[in-house]
């Protein structure tokens, strides 16, 4: 009898991995999400599907967010169906409030979702089994703490099998650290060739037209890692915690256990901040996985997408994967080559186009409509400092039709012409 543990974190880069001493398995390294912003991202996770599928590009109406996206066939369901008892303990969609609070979608026996404020960790509201409940500000409210403790009472009394989805907001941008680890650590140096990038003449003209952060916002960023690692540590803490709840029920071995982020997140590399681009410090994601059942020498390095992930547990566990975007991970858990070739995409976000990625394990090609190209080498160039879309011409023409194939005609919001 298989469980299943999935975790979940928010806004995590991949480098920010650094932090969590605690997290248990394997780790690979070319793990990408297929649209670099929550409420997308998450829609994957939950369908095994593209963005181009679920529809859900953003974070709220009109192309994303919890009214656009139809939850009633998602991987809780279908666990549901294959007879899993299903707890959701954090986040689920980006704009599910106070108003939503009496859905609890198909699948789900144990639903606690953060409602309004999720960004917030203290003075949270929350849909509790349907009802909306307003958390306070003393230090046992801190949400991370929260959902650690709800999260361990489920996997410690739920019947076999069952599948704990557990997403904490830690770290997202607002990262506020748990009061016992708001003195540790310190600042690292940061200062990869990217950082606040001055010459952007090979790139589109949406970075062209970005100005260089100021000292003042090179600050911002640099307090913001320090949070951000600060506020990873309860996640860290949590991870331990259901890792010794799984050990001291004697069923650790029979569950499989991921630890993903929905996105990454940019410090200032090529002047840009946050998500939502098709640069490598938004596209990939850390992604750990311990299940002695499926794995045997896995292939540390295979890329794969987000939109893996469903579909590989329900196969492992004799579910429906029928209609999803997804793969099953047998061959890379097997230390066999994964896909040739991962897909990401996102629509059109203020200054910003719309855009479509093609990621092979040598190179990144992203298309924008009319609004230009990008083409590099990330063996030669991993931080993406040579667009080299111009002078490798056949590498240009076989990833630009590969975007094509991926895309299958159904291109991001805003993007004005195909590949």
Known sequence: MTNIVLVVADDMRQSLMQEM??????RFTAAHNSNPVCGAARTSILTGNYSKTTRCWG?????????????????????????????????????????NAAHVPPGWERWWAITADGDKYYGYQVSDDGTNVTY?????????????????????SAPEPFFAYITPTAPHKDALPAPRHQSILQHEPFSPPNLNEADVSDKPQWVKNKALLTVDELQEQKELRLKMRRCLLSVDDMVEDVINTLTMRGIIDNTIFIFVSDNGYMWGEHRCTGKSVPYREATRMPMVVRAPMLMNNPNTGALISIVDIAPTLLRAVGGDESGMDGHFLQNVF???????????EHQEQGNTPAWANVIKQSWTYTWYGNAGEELYDIVADPYQLNNVVSSKPTTR???????????????PPGMVALP
Do not use: W
Not at 69 to 87: N, P, V
Not at 397 to 411: I, N, V, W, Y
């Open 21 to 26: 001493n605690k997290v248990p398995g394997t």
């Open 59 to 99: 974070n709220g109406p009109p192309d994303g967010g919890f009214d656009i996206f139809d939850d009633t066939d998602t991987l809780a369901s279908r666990l549901a169906a294959a007879g899993f008892h299903c707890g959701h303990f954090g986040k689920y969609i980006n704009d599910y409030n106070p108003d």
């Open 136 to 156: 306070g500000s003393d230090t046992n409210d801190y949400l991370t703490d929260v959902i650690n403790g709800l999260s361990c009472e489920f996997i410690a």
């Open 334 to 344: 097997q230390g066999l080559p994964g896909p040739s070739s991962l897909y990401c």
């Open 397 to 411: 023409a076989t990833m630009k039709q590969e975007c094509h194939d991926l895309m299958a005609g159904s291109p």
